[in-house]
């Protein structure tokens, strides 16, 4: 069963008709996390506002639990919960002022729906009197999220949640996640962090407005094409300028402390890059085989 159906989804903004969404379409079955995956100005939050009825797209359908985005919208936003990238709860109002103001919104209380944010909430509850606006990062995360919750909804859609948030909390938010899907809730997040990427069951990745791939995150890196290889020196900018001088090799870029050094299936070889590289001066050559990552994917597809 489908909980969320985007086809052919476009918008536009402004006069000169800046793309922000190109022809995207989707699925997301019940009980999935769902992720769009692509850097800032992918079009990723543009997708999210059209999903949650606070934008019209320019053309294309969607539908959400079964509803049509522009003929259901009100039955929607009570179907949904909805945590934007920005936090926007009431930075004046306690955790627990923000947390009955939301339940009462949406005609319930904390009490009736404590069981779905029990987990969430006992992190939080000792700060209950403190002003949302003076908690941690990871806090105000976690608040975000209880708010988004309160009302027990059938769709969750989580814009860019661990953005500027530590990594402990980035690894304790992806744990919640998954014990809420345990629940049934259906759950789409975006994110331009690459390595939350395998933490979802599907994934699309986003450039520009349009969508590169879709599929679960292991079958995106099993179909990558080519081998790929991990090479470090002391000069990596000099390493990385005689890479690219090699029109035999197929890419290298930057990545951590290594260049990546992608060939293709036959042809040049590992230890003709390596003799290249010493013809051309590079020096103290670390080489090995490295494993492919969905960051690795996604440059590969950006130039195909």
């Known amino acids: 069963m489908e909980s969320v159906n985007a086809e052919s989804l476009r918008k536009t903004y402004g006069r000169e008709k800046l793309l922000a969404v190109d022809d995207v379409s ?3 079955s019940k009980g999935e996390i769902f992720g769009l995956i ?14 949650t009825t606070l934008l019209l797209p320019d053309s294309g359908t969607a539908t959400v639990d079964g509803l049509d985005i522009i003929k259901d919208y009100e039955r929607i936003r009570k179907r949904i919960g909805y945590m934007p990238g920005r936090f926007s709860l009431y930075t004046d109002l306690s955790v627990e002022e923000n947390l009955d103001f939301f339940a009462t919104v ?5 009490e009736e729906n404590y069981d779905l944010i ?3 909430y006992i992190q939080i509850e000792p700060f209950k009197k403190r002003r949302a ?3 941690s990062g990871g806090m105000k995360q976690k608040l975000a999220l209880c708010c988004a919750l309160i009302h027990k909804p059938e769709v969750l859609f989580l814009d860019e949640p661990t953005t500027g948030v530590d990594p402990v909390s980035r690894k304790e938010f992806w744990e919640m996640l998954k014990r809420l899907k345990m629940q049934g809730i259906t759950i789409l997040v975006s994110t331009p962090y690459m390595d939350e990427a395998t933490l979802c069951d599907r994934i699309a990745l986003m450039q520009r407005g349009h969508i590169l791939s879709i599929d679960t995150p292991q079958r995106i890196i099993n179909a990558f094409p080519d081998h790929l290889f991990a090479v470090k020196t002391g000069d990596m900018y000099g390493l990385l300028r005689a890479l690219q001088s090699n029109k035999n090799i197929t890419d290298s870029y930057a990545f951590g402390e290594y260049a990546h050094v992608v060939l293709p299936p036959s042809g040049i070889s590992p230890e003709d890059v390596q003799a290249y590289l010493q013809q051309q001066g590079v020096a ?6 490295a494993d492919v990552t969905i960051e690795d994917c996604f440059i590969k597809l950006l130039k195909v």
């Open 26 to 28: 989707f699925s997301v």
């Open 38 to 51: 692509g850097p800032d100005g992918a079009g990723k939050t543009s997708v999210f506002r059209i999903l």
């Open 106 to 110: 949406f005609g319930t209380t904390v």
């Open 118 to 120: 029990r987990d969430i």
């Open 133 to 135: 606006g003076k908690l």
């Open 284 to 289: 103290g050559i670390e080489w090995r085989k």
